[in-house]
C-alpha cells in the first residue's frame, strides 16, 4: 500500500510538475518548495526522523520502497533534506532545535549538507573550511562543491575544521548556516544528468553565525555523516533502478514494436538474453538494496553492506541503461527517445555518498578488517 501510493503521488503530482517546467535546468525554489509542500503531505520530509521529534520514524525498508518510485531528482533532493534534518536534530541546542526544526519537518525550509570541498571528497575528513571563534561570535571561512540543494535551501549544515587534533588532522564541527542571517557566496554547477535537481558550489568568506548554531561536539561531524551515508547508500541505489527500469520498459516496448528479418526483435534468441540480463540486473541489485535497509532496521552494523548494495546497483543501473539504449538501435542514440537523458541521470549516481572505488573499499574493510584507503 505504501508502494503504491508512492507511486500515485509521483505519477499524478510530482512527475506532471517536472513536466511543466524546463527539463534542463534546475527547478526554482519557488517550484521546490511546492514539491516539499506534497512530500511533507505525504510524510516524508523527516522520514528517518524519530517520532519524539515529530518526525515520521518510518523503518528504513518502508522507506526504500516509497523512495524507488520517487522521481530521482527529486528523491536525491530529498535525501539531502531529509538526512540533514537528522544531522541537525542529533545535537542541536534544544532553543536552536525548536526554532529550525518544525520547518524542516513540514519542508517549509529546505535543509542541505556542505561537507565535500575542493580538496576534500573520498578523504571526507580533511576539510579546510575554518571554523574561527572570536568571543560570542563565530566565523567560516571555505570552500565547499557539489552541494546538492544548496542553491535553494533556507539553511546548511556545514562541516567545518574547528583546529586540528594531536595527529595533526581536522576536528570536525557541524555548524547549522541559516542563509536568512548569514552571507554566503553560491554558484550553480551545471551536472550532465539530473538536470532539474541542484548541484552548487558555496563559498564562505568570514560568514558570521552566531555560537549557539554549533550542532553537537567538535570531532563528531564525520560520525554523522556515516550514519547517514550508511542509510543513504542503498536508496541512491534504488533511485538509480527506478531509471533502469524505465530503461527496460522503453526497451522492451521497442523491441516488441520493431521488425527486422521479418520478426518481431521480441522474438530473437539473443534479444531475449538481453532482456533476461537486464531484469536480472534490476532484481537482484533491488533485492541486495532492501536487504541493506533490513539490515539497518535491526540496528546491525550494515557499513559493508550498504556500500555494497549502492555499488551494486549503480553498477547494474548503468548496465541495463547502456543495453536498452543498443537494443533500440538508432533511437536509442537519439535524444528523441530519452535514453541518453537517463543515461546521464544513471551514471551521476555512481558518484555521491561514496565513489565505486569508495565503496568497494568500504565492503573490502568489512570483508577483511583492514582499511586499504591510507
Ligand atoms: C550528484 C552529486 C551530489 C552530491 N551531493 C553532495 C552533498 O550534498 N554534500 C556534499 O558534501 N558533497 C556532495 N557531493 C560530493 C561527493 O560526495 C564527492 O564528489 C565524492 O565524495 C567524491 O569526491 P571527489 O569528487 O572529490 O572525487 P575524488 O575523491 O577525487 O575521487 C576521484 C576518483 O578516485 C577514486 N579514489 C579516491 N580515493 C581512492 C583510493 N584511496 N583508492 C582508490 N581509488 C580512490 C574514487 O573512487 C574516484 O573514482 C555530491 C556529488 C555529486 C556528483
Known amino acids: 500500500m505504501l508502494a503504491d501510493s508512492a507511486k500515485r503521488l509521483s505519477e499524478d503530482t510530482?512527475?506532471?510538475?517536472?513536466?511543466?517546467?524546463?527539463?534542463?535546468?534546475?527547478?526554482?525554489?519557488p517550484v521546490m518548495l511546492e514539491i516539499y509542500g506534497h512530500l511533507a503531505e505525504f510524510g516524508i520530509t523527516a522520514a528517518r526522523l524519530h517520532e519524539d521529534f515529530g518526525g515520521s520514524g518510518l523503518s528504513m525498508l518502508d522507506y526504500g520502497l516509497i523512495m524507488e518510485q520517487l522521481p530521482p531528482a527529486i528523491a536525491l533532493s530529498l535525501l539531502s533534506h531529509d538526512g540533514s534534518t537528522v544531522r541537525f536534530n542529533a545535537g542541536a541546542d534544544e532553543a536552536v532545535r525548536d526554532a529550525y526544526l518544525p520547518d524542516f519537518r513540514e519542508g517549509r525550509k529546505i535543509v542541505c549538507t556542505a561537507n565535500s570541498e575542493p580538496n576534500a571528497g573520498s578523504d571526507s575528513n580533511t576539510i579546510s573550511t575554518k571554523l574561527e571563534i572570536e568571543g560570542d561570535r563565530a566565523f567560516i571561512t571555505g570552500t565547499k562543491m557539489w552541494i546538492t540543494n544548496?542553491?535553494?535551501?533556507?539553511?546548511?549544515?556545514?562541516s567545518c575544521s574547528a583546529g586540528n587534533d594531536e595527529r595533526g588532522r581536522p576536528v570536525p564541527q557541524r555548524v547549522l548556516v541559516d542563509l536568512s542571517q548569514s552571507k554566503v557566496?553560491?554558484?550553480?554547477?551545471p551536472l550532465a544528468g539530473l538536470k532539474q535537481g541542484h548541484l552548487c558550489e558555496v563559498t564562505f568568506d568570514r560568514t558570521e553565525v552566531p555560537l549557539s548554531h554549533l550542532i553537537g561536539s567538535p570531532g563528531d561531524a564525520g560520525k554523522y555523516m556515516t550514519i547517514v551515508w550508511n542509510a543513504n547508500r542503498p536508496l541512491i541505489g534504488l533511485m538509480a533502478l527506478n531509471i533502469a527500469r524505465r530503461a527496460y520498459d522503453m526497451a522492451l516496448a521497442h523491441?516488441?514494436?520493431?521488425?527486422?528479418?521479418?520478426?518481431?526483435?521480441?522474438?530473437?534468441?539473443?534479444?531475449q538474453q538481453d532482456l533476461s540480463d537486464m531484469e536480472a540486473a534490476i532484481t537482484s541489485a533491488r533485492l541486495t538494496c532492501l536487504m541493506a535497509l533490513a539490515t539497518l532496521d535491526t540496528g546491525a552494523r550494515s557499513n559493508g553492506i550498504s556500500a555494497m548494495a549502492k555499488r551494486l546497483a549503480t553498477e547494474n543501473a548503468n548496465r541495463v541503461v547502456h543495453t536498452a539504449m543498443q537494443l533500440c538501435g538508432g533511437m536509442g542514440v537519439t535524444e528523441e527517445l530519452g535514453l541518453a537523458q537517463l543515461w546521464a541521470d544513471a551514471r551521476v549516481f555512481q558518484v555521491p555518498d561514496g565513489t565505486q572505488g569508495i565503496l568497494a573499499l568500504i565492503h573490502g574493510r568489512d570483508i577483511t578488517g583492514t582499511a586499504a584507503w591510507r
Open 255 to 271: 523491441v516488441t514494436d520493431r521488425k527486422q528479418f521479418g520478426s518481431p526483435l521480441a522474438a530473437k534468441q539473443l534479444v
Open 185 to 189: 557566496g553560491l554558484a550553480e554547477t
Open 150 to 158: 544548496a542553491s535553494v535551501c533556507d539553511c546548511m549544515i556545514v
Open 14 to 29: 510530482l512527475m506532471p510538475i517536472l513536466a511543466r517546467e524546463a527539463a534542463d535546468k534546475p527547478l526554482s525554489k
